[in-house]
């Protein structure tokens, strides 16, 4: 199921040009999505295609996140609503 998300969220998101405006994802944003949705680490690097220790750091503020991952969390956050 979450293969099938993913996919849908995939396609969605190459359709989409990079827009003024886009969310700053911070790593509390980040975080807050992930727990907002209960969503395990596993399930959410799995979700976003990143290993679960690329979420920790995301989540840590170790790493930040790209253009395209900024835009894979947008249509997450826009689907799970």
């Given at each position: 199921m979450l293969q099938v998300v993913l996919q849908k969220?995939?396609?969605?998101?190459?359709?989409?040009?990079?827009?003024?405006?886009?969310?700053?994802?911070?790593?509390?944003?980040?975080k807050k999505l992930r727990k907002g949705h209960n969503l395990t680490l596993k399930s959410f690097a799995e979700l976003i295609g990143v290993s679960q220790r690329y979420v920790i750091y995301l989540e840590n503020g170790m790493r930040k996140?790209?253009?395209i991952l900024k835009n894979l969390l947008n249509r997450i956050e826009q689907e799970l609503k």
């Open positions: 969220i995939i396609d969605k998101v190459n359709k989409v040009q990079h827009k003024k405006g886009m969310k700053d994802w911070n790593p509390k944003a980040i996140p790209s253009k």
